[in-house]
């Protein structure tokens, strides 16, 4: 399994540009969430999805924008980027919700740089 | 979920155990203390969980006090690998809405 995978690692941007950061992972996993991370911060929760077709709104949701097709794919999309959305974005993904299995795990993170 | 508190940074001599302690004093009796750490940027790594019991797995112990007001994650051999940030969480509810504070900065030294 590859697990939580994040694309692009790295990514520029100009204010005002829009752009999706890709997340997918191979687990089978109903929940994902996105999270950003300033720095000297801890996490903190942007959007999240306990399965297909289901997201809702998590601490920070403004500029950001969530869809759920397929149990695989989580794509976060800012839809006009500001200098205040720079940051490092982690996705992650649980089986379910039932405290026996919570586990989160983790992707690589993406490091956005708005302009 | 119950707010923690942890002690902002921490030493270690690499061999020696680490201790690092989370004090959660309004946790309800439905949450679950978790411990997740972050070496150097990279995603969060799931540690240890518990509820009331002690837990003990390949990576570390955690011990929980009766009341449940505060908690200890342990690492039994430190290793400079074991440097990293350490953030105890307590919640309830699904595993998509964990909430991290700023954790335990740990730096384990020769």
């Known amino acids: 399994n590859a697990g939580v995978t994040q694309t692009p690692k790295f990514q520029v941007l100009k204010t005002g540009q829009s752009m999706t950061l890709q997340c997918a992972q191979d687990m089978n996993h109903e929940y994902m969430s996105w999270y950003r991370q300033d720095p000297g911060m801890g996490l903190r929760l942007i959007h999240y999805s306990v399965g297909a077709g289901i997201t809702d709104q998590g601490e920070v949701p403004n500029g950001y924008n969530v869809s759920r097709s397929t149990t695989e794919d989580f794509p976060l999309r800012l839809l006009s980027a500001a200098p205040s959305q720079t940051s490092v974005y982690f996705c992650?993904?649980?089986?379910?919700?039932?405290?026996?299995?919570?586990?989160?795990?983790f992707g690589p993170g993406t490091r956005l740089t708005v302009l | 979920d119950a707010k923690t508190t942890q002690p902002t940074s921490m030493d270690c001599a690499e061999g020696r155990a680490a201790n690092l302690p989370c004090n959660h004093s309004?946790?309800?009796?439905?949450?679950?203390v978790y411990w997740y750490r972050q070496i150097h940027s990279q995603g969060p790594q799931y540690i240890i969980h518990g509820l009331k019991n002690n837990e003990t797995n390949e990576m570390a112990s955690l011990i929980i006090t009766e009341d449940r007001k505060s908690s200890t994650l342990i690492l039994p051999h430190a290793t400079l690998r074991d440097t990293a940030v350490y953030y105890c969480?307590?919640?309830?509810?699904?595993?998509?809405?964990?909430?991290f504070g700023t954790g335990t900065r740990l730096q384990v030294t020769l």
């Open positions: 309004t946790i309800s009796g439905n949450e679950y």
């Open positions: 969480i307590a919640f309830t509810g699904t595993a998509s809405k964990l909430t």
């Open positions: 992650a993904s649980s089986r379910q919700g039932s405290h026996t299995s919570d586990t989160q795990y």
